[in-house]
C-alpha cells in the first residue's frame, strides 16, 4: 500500500519579500540567546553569515514592527513583546497540547513587515499532514491567518498591503476585505483549499492587551476535517488561541 504523501505549503512567487527574506529576519532572531542578549549588527553579521548591508536593513524592519531594540551604542536585543510571547506560549504549553488533541500541524503566525510568516510550529505525526517550516511566509491575500492579522491594521494600512491585489482584482479585494472585517469581529476565521487544495484551517487571533500579535493555526487535510468535525477543530484552536492570550497578560513588558 502506498504511503501517504506530505502536503506541503507552495513558497511565495516574491523571494525577496517572502519566504528568503523571512528566513533572514527569523535567523537573526534566533541569533539572541540567554548568553548572548545583546548584539551588534556586526555580531549578527558574522553569526549569521548574513551580509552586512542587510542586516541593518533587517533591523531596521525589526525595529519598526516593535521586534528589536537598540540603544545608542549600536547594540540591539529582542524586544520584550518577542519574548514575552515565547514565553508565555511555552510556559502554557497550548500549542503542544492543541497539536495532541487534534492530531494535526500547528503554526503560529505573525505579520513581519509585508509578510504573514510561521514563526513556530508543532508538527503532526501523520502521514499525510500540512508541512510548514519556521521562517516560511504565507500569502496575505489568503488563508484564515492572513485575515486575522490583516484585521488588526488600520483600514488605510491594509489598503496599502493590498494594493497589488486591488490592482489586479478590485471585486476580489472588495470581497476580502469584507471577510477581513468579519474575521476581525469574530476573532477567528476558517479558510478552505485558499491555499491548497484539499486542505482546511481553523485560526484564531493571539493577543496581548487590546493587540492582535499573532493568529494560531491549525490546517488540516480534508480527509480528517469533514464538517461535523470542524467546529470541534474551531473550538479547540479557539481554547489554545485565549490560552495564549491568557499567559501574555502575566508576562512583563
Known amino acids: 500500500m502506498a504511503k501517504a504523501s506530505a502536503v506541503k505549503m507552495p513558497p511565495e512567487a516574491n523571494a525577496a519579500h517572502g519566504c528568503e527574506g523571512a528566513r533572514r529576519v527569523l535567523a537573526l532572531m534566533l ?6 542578549n545583546t548584539l551588534t549588527a ?11 548591508p542587510s542586516v541593518y536593513r ?16 549600536g547594540s540591539y536585543r529582542l524586544s520584550a513583546r518577542l519574548i514575552g ?16 488533541q487534534t492530531g494535526e500541524t500547528v503554526i503560529l503566525v505573525r505579520l513581519i513587515g509585508r509578510s504573514a510568516v510561521c514563526v513556530h510550529r ?12 519556521p521562517g516560511q511566509s504565507l500569502p496575505l491575500d489568503r488563508g484564515a491567518s492572513a485575515r486575522l492579522l490583516l484585521a488588526s ?17 478590485p471585486e476580489a479585494a472588495a470581497l476580502l476585505e469584507k471577510k477581513i472585517v468579519l474575521a476581525g469581529q ?13 486542505v482546511w484551517a481553523a485560526s484564531a487571533q493571539v493577543m496581548q492587551g487590546k493587540r ?41 513588558r
Open 58 to 73: 533587517y533591523i531596521t524592519l525589526l525595529r519598526e514592527t516593535g521586534l528589536l531594540a537598540g540603544n545608542e551604542r
Open 42 to 52: 556586526r555580531q549578527l553579521a558574522e553569526r549569521t553569515g548574513i551580509a552586512l
Open 186 to 198: 469574530q476573532g477567528f476565521a476558517t479558510s478552505e483549499e485558499e491555499i491548497h487544495k484539499g
Open 31 to 36: 541569533t539572541f540567546s540567554a548568553d548572548e
Open 122 to 133: 508543532v508538527q503532526s505525526a501523520q502521514q499525510l499532514r500540512i508541512s510548514f517550516e
Open 153 to 169: 491594521l488600520a483600514p488605510s494600512v491594509r489598503k496599502e498591503y493590498l494594493a497589488p491585489l486591488a490592482e489586479r482584482d
Open 85 to 100: 510571547l515565547a514565553r508565555a506560549a511555552e510556559a502554557a504549553e497550548p500549542i503542544i497540547d492543541l497539536a495532541e
Open 212 to 252: 492582535v500579535v499573532a493568529a494560531l493555526t491549525v490546517p488540516s487535510p480534508l480527509v480528517r476535517a469533514p464538517a461535523e468535525q470542524r467546529a470541534l477543530l474551531l473550538s479547540q484552536v479557539r481554547t489554545a488561541a485565549r490560552e495564549i492570550s491568557e499567559g501574555l497578560r502575566t508576562v512583563r
